[in-house]
């Protein structure tokens, strides 16, 4: 049946996010987080499997500033504003903003420019597909990339300006990147990440995320939105505390959805007509662990738990595949969806 299957268009997939309708089968975005490599002596053949299946979107990444090594021609373009040494130490304790009264000013004063031509890699040809700039770490990610995970959970209460003058220069940087995203690439979305919610619950309150988060993520999303465009968002965990805020933030894609989490039914039933649901397939357990009938069984799940005459559904993996991801739970992942998936829209339609 994959053989049929053609990429959706961009009016297609717009419909879904859009909720005005289905478009004959499940949107399928497989691709986006399974990286042929993964799959070792059988790379090969998993690259061919993937391209026998829709893409149904054209990711198009964002030239973003690394932490330490900037480009040549601009010495500036990067977070920190000077080397350090990171070796030996976990990603969330290597930030590199010890003391905030001595180490924002000069990061401040040496930000990277969301101008640098190399934030846009160059002209992307479109192909019909709807066009979605990517970026990973927004907020949360990107400052306890910068502080340090401990120290990023108090600073909330101990340092609030510091974090809103640092949170202020990353809305400028964004909304500026944001529109050159629209303007020199023609996107139709933005998508970028945020991991908010531990396996039990968020990382912090609604209270800490209505004073740091809410402002300037409604800053960042009506702009997306005055540009004709849709914000989607990952984040991990379970952020169902945070849900009827993104709802009224008008993030329009969210993923994935977390399996074992949050109860995905629930979700649906009291969110699905609100906000469209990007939902991940579980990495963490019945892919690596799983029999191939055991994925089949959770795709049929997922689409019977999710699907919805006025669309707002896709479906793809929660996370990045793993090394542990068996071939055959791919395939069986990709048959299920293209042939369960519109015999369920199909039924819509009836």
Same mark, same amino acid.
């Given at each position: 049946m994959?053989k049929i299957?053609?990429?959706l268009t961009?009016?297609?997939?717009?419909?879904v996010?859009e909720?005005r309708?289905t478009?004959?089968r499940?949107?399928?975005?497989?691709?986006?987080?399974?990286?042929p490599?993964i799959?070792?002596?059988r790379?090969?053949?998993?690259?061919?499997?993937l391209?026998?299946?829709?893409f149904d979107f054209?990711?198009?990444?964002?030239?973003?500033?690394?932490?330490?090594?900037?480009?040549a021609?601009d010495?500036?373009y990067?977070?920190?504003?000077?080397?350090?040494d990171t070796?030996?130490?976990?990603?969330?304790?290597?930030?590199f903003?010890?003391e905030?009264e001595t180490d924002?000013?000069?990061m401040?004063d040496d930000?990277p420019?969301?101008?640098?031509p190399?934030?846009?890699?160059?002209?992307?040809p479109g192909?019909?597909?709807?066009?979605?700039g990517?970026?990973w770490?927004?907020?949360?990610?990107r400052?306890?990339?910068i502080?340090?995970?401990?120290d990023?959970l108090t600073?909330? $209460?101990?340092?609030?300006?510091? =974090?809103? #003058?640092?949170? @202020?220069?990353l809305? &400028?940087? +964004?909304?500026?990147m944001i529109? %050159?995203?629209?303007?020199?690439?023609?996107l139709?979305?933005?998508?970028t990440?945020?991991?908010?919610g531990?396996?039990?619950?968020?990382f912090?309150?609604?209270a800490?995320?209505d004073?740091?988060?809410?402002p300037?993520?409604k800053?960042?999303?009506?702009?997306?939105?005055?540009?004709?465009?849709?914000?989607?968002?990952?984040?991990c965990g379970?952020?169902?505390?945070?849900?009827?805020?993104?709802i009224?933030?008008?993030?329009?894609?969210?993923?994935?959805?977390q399996?074992?989490?949050?109860?995905?039914?629930?979700?649906a039933?009291?969110y699905?007509?609100r906000?469209?649901?990007w939902?991940?397939f579980?990495?963490?357990?019945?892919?690596? $662990?799983?029999t191939p009938?055991d =994925?089949? #069984?959770?795709? @049929?799940?997922l689409? &019977?738990? +999710?699907?919805r005459?006025?669309? %707002?559904f896709?479906?793809?993996?929660g996370n990045?595949?793993?090394?542990?991801?068996?071939?055959?739970s791919l395939e069986?992942?990709?048959s299920?969806?293209?042939e369960y998936?519109?015999?369920?829209?199909?039924s819509?339609?009836?």
């Open positions: 994959n299957l053609t990429p961009r009016d297609e997939l717009c419909r996010i909720g309708g478009v004959g499940v949107p399928m975005m497989i691709h986006f987080w399974a990286n490599s799959f070792g002596d790379k090969e053949e998993a690259a061919r499997l391209d026998s299946y829709p054209q990711p198009i990444w964002f030239g973003i500033p690394s932490i330490y090594n900037a480009p021609d010495p500036s990067r977070w920190c504003w000077h080397d350090e070796s030996g130490k976990a990603l969330d304790n290597a930030g903003i010890k905030w924002l000013d000069p401040l930000f420019s969301a101008d640098y190399g934030l846009i890699s160059g002209n992307v192909d019909g597909r709807y066009r979605l990517c970026w770490y927004f907020f949360f990610e400052f306890w990339s502080r340090g995970m401990e990023a600073d909330f $209460y101990l340092y609030p300006d510091e =974090v809103h #003058r640092l949170f @202020r220069k809305t &400028d940087f +964004y909304l500026r529109e %050159r995203g629209k303007y020199e690439l023609g139709d979305g933005i998508f990440s945020d991991d908010l531990t396996q039990k619950s968020t912090f309150s609604n800490i995320f004073e740091f988060f809410y300037y993520y800053e960042i999303i009506d702009r997306v939105h005055s540009l004709g465009m849709h914000f989607w968002l990952h984040t379970n952020i169902e505390a945070f849900l009827p805020r993104f009224d933030l008008g993030i329009d894609v969210l993923h994935p959805i399996k074992y989490t949050m109860d995905e039914r629930k979700i039933e009291k699905g007509n906000i469209s649901i939902a991940g579980d990495v963490q357990q019945t892919i690596p $662990y799983g009938e =994925v089949r #069984r959770e795709v @049929r799940f689409i &019977d738990a +999710y699907a005459p006025d669309g %707002r896709m479906l793809t993996l990045g595949a793993t090394p542990d991801a068996p071939y055959e069986a992942l990709l299920e969806i293209a998936g519109s015999e369920k829209i199909k819509f339609e009836k």
